[in-house]
């Protein structure tokens, strides 16, 4: 594949994304976005067959592309050709017993432990600075699946110490077992984080937010200045790869001709 050189912040995000899915795993993925049109593009490129459910429960679909905003979930398109067409209750139900070994979801605000606030910001739940669309499935996502996955900007208001309201759970405070002492399944939670400049993971003793990858264009500091805390960064950083020509034509012209989600974020010019 040819390396592309011109493309925003978004569609390098969801390109790395992409490449970090598995065959041979199973993803339910929050109804729309970056980690929708991620699943999307590595089952156009990369994994045909891939096991992945929609937030509202359909399992293994092969989406007829593009698909309008009003149209990521709960729709015959998304829907079609699913393996299983069940519904929120039920693909919690599988979650619950382990079936689903990746959550993949956006988050307006994450702390250091990956905690996730999608509710409000600002005063307090009856009295919200700004209030948003809330949880939706991410909390049962993020409570059941195995491993959850996080994609985000690199903003100093999203990376916070102290969440004004959590809505999903991360690690909760850190401490050894918080998740099972809440009533979780031990050994779930958290995996990666990812934003269009860096890519985080947790530690696995402390459970705190770790720096692990970079884009090519930033560098640490960069990333720090974008965050109200310190995450520990891995002794050797790696740097993520830029989308490819081919991958940018599949998001562009089948995934997302309006743009309504890659166009998001600057451009970047290599």
Known sequence: MTRASDFTETEAMISVMANMMEADRSY????????????????????PNLTASTEDGVIAPQPLVPLSPLMQFVSAKASYRGVAWTNMNTVCSLASTGFFDYGMLATLQV???????????????YHPGRRYGGAGGANEIASMCW??????????????????????????????GARERAGLPAGSGPYRLLTPEAMFGYDEETRYMKLLALAEWVEVKDVLEKMDFEPLIAPELDRMAPPTEEELDVMRVRLDPLGVTISDGKWIHL
Request: glycine residues 12%; proline residues 8%; positive net charge.
């Open 111 to 125: 702390d250091p432990y990956g905690n996730i606030n999608s509710s409000f910001l600002g005063g307090d739940y």
């Open 147 to 176: 491993h959850t996955i996080l994609m985000t900007t690199q903003e100093k208001r999203k990376f916070v110490k102290k969440m004004d309201f959590i809505s999903s759970p991360g690690f909760l405070d850190g401490l050894p």
């Open 28 to 47: 339910w993925v929050v109804g729309g976005g970056p980690p929708r049109i991620a699943s999307l593009l590595a089952q156009a490129l990369y994994l």
